[in-house]
């Protein structure tokens, strides 16, 4: 029961890029063609699933039993670089077209906030099931990190459909362009905070 109140809150609750605005950056950047943004956010998963795994059997097999913890931001993010290093040589042997695509966001999956935010709340939030507050386990942590990327994916994915539907309607010219993509996103967000009560 635990994993799926960990994936309901994760990809609908408190999502990400709409409840916890994290990852905005990309999030506005990369969604003008639902074909980017779907593989932004492939991308992007596979970069938070596997950072948080990694960050959290260092944290806890290196940095806290060896009274290390104060370097967890800058051990985080050497893994984070190290992990995007690794899918931009991927991307660029399977999809050349992807990798034009997404052009200067993917290294920018580096200083994505989301991606470092979520491998820090693993090994420093504690998390209430059944009343009982408890830092996760791997497999929790693991759970938490993957449904809080599809939760990061499905944000983008639907902003990037609504953003190509809205490029061919008429739209005010003082609302063209970032404004009414703010205005989407902002009714997005008012969207999900309606699954709130489910959790």
């Known amino acids: ?36 943004a779907t593989g932004m956010s492939g991308a992007v ?13 260092l944290n806890k097999y290196l940095l806290v039993p060896f009274g290390l913890e104060f370097l967890q931001t800058i051990a985080f993010i050497l893994v984070i670089a190290a992990l995007v290093q690794m899918v931009e040589i991927v991307l ?3 999809s050349p077209s ?30 209430t099931f059944g009343g009982e507050a408890h830092l996760l ?36 010219e003082a609302f063209k362009g970032l404004p009414i993509a703010l205005i989407t996103v902002s009714i997005m967000a008012m969207a999900f905070l309606g699954f709130s009560g489910i959790v």
């Open 45 to 57: 998963c596979f970069v938070i699933t596997l950072a948080t795994v990694v960050t959290y059997l």
């Open 98 to 127: 992807l990798y034009q695509a997404l052009g200067i966001f993917l290294p920018l999956i580096t200083t994505n906030c989301a991606v470092l935010g979520v491998a820090i709340t693993v090994v420093t939030k504690e998390f």
């Open 137 to 172: 386990g791997l497999g929790e942590a693991t759970v938490y990190a993957l449904a809080t990327s599809v939760g990061y994916g499905l944000a983008m994915i639907l902003f990037a459909g609504l953003r190509e539907h809205l490029a061919g309607n008429k739209v005010p």
């Open 92 to 94: 660029k042997k399977v």
């Open 1 to 36: 029961m635990e994993f799926v109140l960990i994936i309901i809150s994760s990809i609908f609750v408190n999502n990400i890029l709409l409840a916890q605005f994290l990852g905005i950056c990309p999030f506005l950047g990369v969604s003008n063609k639902l074909s980017t």
